[in-house]
């Protein structure tokens, strides 16, 4: 059957087409690098439950992302589950549109100069998406935070540049969406949160 | 004389707009349906709206994938436009099916974005494109025909 040029020309197209989902599917089939506790968690990380715990979970989050929002009380539940047997440590992955979500990163960082970091995270998470510029200088007082110090920190380029080495991590271990978490060096593929819990426990009991 | 071929030239070049933006969908939709089903995350440009959205039981209607729904109508699109490109009796022929898939997809995506944004609260920038790049379809494949009623 003799095909018009045209058709010849839609047939290149869709040949070119079904080449680039080939090399990508080959792409996306590689498997995933396993990152050491070290690179995950640096020392000056925020953590939760045992630092010698052989399991070791790392969230890139972001305090004003619906997802991040509905996976916290995932996380508090592993952790009250696991705090002797695991490790958790919360990075910091503010998404830029999401506009209080360096704010927000700023005001945790600010909060743990303080000691108050966890106060701070949890504070900011119950906010749930309703974070604005007054939800900062309430938590201040509800936290009984030193207000100076507080707001000097929340400027500081040191704070600043702590949230953004953390960013830089998160782009270099493949981070590219809300929550990300990290089991045992390993990035998680979840379809629901309650994958998660199944994975720790998994990790846990030494199955994984 | 004149006018007739310059519509039957847009008619083509119509054609050829639809087969590339329906291509462009049969990416988009392999893209997210290949992190929905591998559980792997998606570049998303509204932060964790892809992954709250391919984790709602919203996302699935009769346990299928939208993005597999998705897929399968851009695939038939593309088959479509490029059946048209065939000859002249076929470009006439199909034309209403295109404009019936079309149809088809702006429902779908219509129902979806509702779904994304008042019942899963979280909106996939994938899906946002799809929608829009369904409607663009829909709109040209409409003004094709149109076009193919004057020439006729």
């Known amino acids: 059957m003799k095909l018009a040029p045209e058709s010849k020309l839609f047939l ?14 080959v792409a996306l089939t590689k498997p995933a690098p396993v990152y050491t506790r070290y690179d995950l968690i640096p020392s000056d990380a925020h953590t939760l439950g045992s630092l010698s715990a052989p399991v070791y979970l790392v969230e890139f989050s972001d305090f004003e992302c619906p997802a991040c929002i509905s996976a916290k009380p995932i996380v508090d539940d592993i952790l009250k589950t696991y705090g002797g047997k695991l490790l958790y440590a919360y990075r910091y992955y503010p998404l830029a549109q999401h506009p209080f979500a360096q ?16 106060d701070m995270y949890a504070l900011l998470f119950a906010q749930g998406e309703t974070l604005s510029d007054a939800t900062f200088s309430k938590l ?47 990035k998680l593929e979840l379809s629901s949160y309650d ?14 | 004389m004149m006018k007739h071929m310059k519509n ?3 008619v083509i070049v119509l054609n050829r707009i639809i087969f590339i933006l329906s291509l462009i969908g049969v990416l988009m939709a392999t893209y997210v349906l290949q992190s929905w089903i591998r559980h792997a995350s998606i570049v998303c440009l509204t932060g964790g709206g892809c992954t709250l959205v391919a984790k709602s039981r919203y996302s ?35 034309l209403p099916w295109v404009i019936g898939m079309g149809l088809f997809g702006v429902c779908f995506v219509s129902w979806f974005t509702y779904t994304e944004l008042f019942l899963i609260k979280g909106v996939c920038t994938w ?16 003004i094709s025909s149109h076009m193919q009623k004057r020439i006729a």
Not at chain 1, 103 to 118: E, H, I, S, T
């Open chain 2, 60 to 94: 699935y209607p009769f346990g299928i994938p939208v993005p597999a729904v998705g897929l399968a109508g851009y695939t038939m699109l593309t088959i479509l436009t490029f059946l048209r490109t065939m000859n002249e009796g076929l470009r006439t022929k199909l």
């Open chain 1, 140 to 186: 201040v007082t509800q936290l009984d935070l030193n207000p100076d110090k507080f707001s000097s920190d929340f400027m500081s380029e040191s704070v600043k540049q702590r949230i953004l080495k953390d960013v830089n991590d998160g782009n270099r271990f493949g981070v590219n969406a809300t929550p990300t978490f990290f089991l045992n060096g390993k």
């Open chain 2, 127 to 142: 899906c946002a494109v799809s929608a829009v790049n369904m409607v663009i379809i829909f709109l040209l494949a409409v």
């Open chain 1, 103 to 118: 704010k927000a990163a700023q005001a945790a960082q600010a909060a743990g100069l303080q000691g108050k970091f966890w």
């Open chain 1, 12 to 25: 290149s197209i869709i040949a070119v087409t079904v080449a680039i989902v080939g090399i990508a599917a």
């Open chain 2, 8 to 10: 039957d030239q847009r």
């Open chain 1, 195 to 208: 994958q998660l819990k199944t994975a720790v426990d998994a990790a846990v009991k030494g199955l994984k």
